[in-house]
């Protein structure tokens, strides 16, 4: 017996310039693997094995051998070395080229003998439905008949890093919509922090009592109900002029996502990360590409924690404690009749500390991508390829800040009815697209904010006043789920949403 992960396939990019990692199961006592100019052997230990390829440019395509001294071999044809990059998260990773915007053109375009793409397959507990996909799963070419189905947001990343570096790139999807960063770490890493075990423990408290049985049934129910419910969802907005979440549900039924709760439900803490992640990891890689966090809006003010943990736990499980990891900070949103609140905000002020304090980390700017009442906006080759310019920028060192950076905000001070904010990355300047620059509000000492009623912006700074405060103390900017999006930095980039204080509520 001689198997490999499902990852390695046909097709598959290695890692460049890195020991790249190879493993498996055997009931031999030694393997080998060959590529190339290159022969390692190792010993089978408890049934597993694990070697490490030496360093290799970017360059194809090669044959790799898998072999047992009992003669069972595995063969590997058209194997490239490039860069590979995991693409984590939920639905706007997730979100396929073919249904974003001008997705259809982009299908038709797509031969592109650089890019290729690995979707872990998407089952939400072990069984043997997991093996039979992980059997049917492989390294894809970047293809009409294949692409329409690779995250949007992957490809326009992997296109635009290996034009750059002209060299060929690997995207491994593994994302799964509705999730929780909570889903993709071990439940240790949840129990081991005070300020997210909640998601363990609520997790707990529902299933302690729970009768297995009941619960597939139910779920099983779910499952048709659901799909039932989507499909005439779907419908109502593609055939509704303005349609409203108010109306499809007057429509179409009550909305019965996410299902019953329990140990097969693909939104329980930890579940993913055991049949997704570990899967795949070790797998030799350049670094992570991030979109998540919206359906931890709930517990905002833990998503530092919840983020900075997942972040350490990816690294731990690939060795290294460098990894880069690039961010996509959420963008606006806000329902149609939906109160427009704070809860977004603070993720996104989440994202942004999480970027300051961890090393190795990226944040792609996205605010202006946002729709009104569309949690997911189909607009997605600005993000991949904001994300593109922050890996340039952080992982290759290959690009500058003037390119790879809208105006962040650094520090303020007051001078007399004025407050002066003063922004990194705006070598070049701030610009307002609008009549008006929008979005800045102004308080006291009270905490109660009012919009500024004057910006001006003189190179690197930006001058609020409000008549309505006459010590100013606090200034934020666009702390909404939702408003418009007018300020930019001249490489149109947008501004970074921020407030001068976490003190100021």
């Given at each position: 017996m001689l198997k490999l992960p499902a990852i390695f396939s046909d097709h598959m990019i290695l890692q460049r310039r890195k020991p790249v990692v190879i493993w498996g199961e055997s009931d031999a006592k030694k393997v080998t693997v060959t590529i190339q100019d290159a022969r390692v052997v190792t010993y089978v230990q408890d049934g597993k094995w694990q070697l490490f390829l030496p360093p290799m440019e970017a360059g194809g395509p090669y044959v790799l051998t898998v072999k047992t001294d009992e003669e069972e071999e595995k063969v590997y044809e058209d194997v490239m070395y490039g860069e590979i990059w995991l693409a984590g998260g939920?639905?706007?990773?997730?979100?396929?080229?073919?249904?974003?915007?001008?997705?259809?053109?982009?299908?038709?375009?797509?031969?592109?003998e650089l890019l290729r793409f690995y979707y872990t397959p998407k089952v939400s507990y072990l069984c043997d439905e997991l093996y039979e996909q992980e059997e049917k799963s492989c390294?894809?070419?970047?293809?009409?008949?294949?692409?329409?189905?690779?995250?949007?947001?992957?490809?326009?990343?992997?296109?635009?890093?290996?034009a750059q570096l002209d060299v060929p790139v690997g995207i491994i999807g593994c994302n799964w919509g509705g999730t929780s960063a909570s889903c993709w770490m071990s439940r240790e890493a949840l129990e081991n922090d005070k300020v997210i075990s909640s998601y363990v423990e609520e997790y707990d408290a529902i299933v302690a009592e729970q009768d297995f049985d009941a619960y597939c049934k139910e779920r099983e129910e779910y499952i048709v109900y659901q799909a039932e419910f989507d499909k005439n969802c779907k419908h109502y907005y593609e055939t509704t002029p303005n349609p409203t979440w108010e109306g499809a549900l007057e429509v179409c039924g009550e909305n019965k996502y996410p299902g019953p709760m329990g140990p097969r439900s693909e939104y329980r803490p930890a579940g993913l990360y055991e049949t997704m992640i570990q899967r795949i990891a070790p797998y030799t890689l350049a670094g992570f590409l991030y979109y998540q966090?919206?359906?931890?809006?709930?517990?905002?003010?833990?998503?530092?924690?919840?983020?900075?943990?997942?972040?350490?736990?990816?690294?731990?499980?690939?060795?290294?404690?460098?990894?880069?990891?690039?961010?996509?900070?959420?963008?606006?949103?806000?329902?149609?009749?939906?109160?427009?609140?704070?809860?977004?905000?603070?993720?996104?002020?989440?994202?942004?500390?999480?970027?300051?304090?961890?090393?190795?980390?990226?944040?792609?700017v996205v605010l202006d991508k946002g729709e009104y009442s569309n949690i997911h906006p189909v607009d997605k080759q600005p993000v991949g390829e904001r994300l593109a310019l922050q890996a340039m920028y952080h992982a290759y060192?290959?690009?500058?800040?003037?390119?790879?950076?809208?105006?962040?905000?650094?520090?303020?001070?007051?001078?007399?009815?004025?407050?002066?904010?003063?922004?990194?990355?705006?070598?070049?300047?701030i610009i307002c697209t609008g009549e008006n620059p929008l979005g800045f509000e102004v308080a006291g000492q009270d905490k109660v904010f009012y919009p500024a009623d004057s910006v001006q912006?003189?190179?690197?700074?930006?001058?609020?006043?409000?008549?309505?405060?006459?010590?100013?103390?606090?200034?934020?900017?666009?702390?909404?789920?939702?408003?418009?999006?007018?300020?930019?930095?001249k490489n149109g980039l947008p501004m970074a949403p921020f407030r001068t204080s976490m003190n100021d509520e």
């Open positions: 939920q639905s706007n990773m997730e979100l396929e080229l073919q249904n974003s915007k001008n997705g259809a053109v982009a299908v038709t375009e797509a031969h592109n390294w894809e070419l970047c293809c009409p008949e294949n692409v329409g189905r690779w995250s949007a947001v992957g490809y326009y990343f992997a296109r635009k890093l290996a966090g919206e359906e931890d809006d709930k517990k905002p003010r833990s998503y530092y924690n919840l983020l900075t943990r997942l972040i350490r736990q990816w690294r731990e499980d690939w060795h290294d404690d460098k990894l880069p990891f690039m961010i996509v900070q959420l963008p606006m949103f806000s329902n149609v009749g939906e109160e427009n609140l704070t809860n977004w905000p603070l993720i996104r002020e989440a994202q942004h500390r999480v970027y300051r304090t961890v090393k190795n980390t990226g944040l792609a060192g290959l690009d500058n800040e003037v390119r790879a950076f809208g105006p962040f905000y650094q520090s303020c001070y007051t001078l007399q009815s004025y407050i002066w904010l003063i922004f990194n990355h705006v070598r070049d300047g912006i003189q190179g690197n700074k930006v001058r609020l006043f409000s008549a309505n405060v006459k010590e100013p103390v606090y200034a934020r900017y666009n702390w909404r789920n939702y408003a418009e999006v007018n300020m930019f930095g």
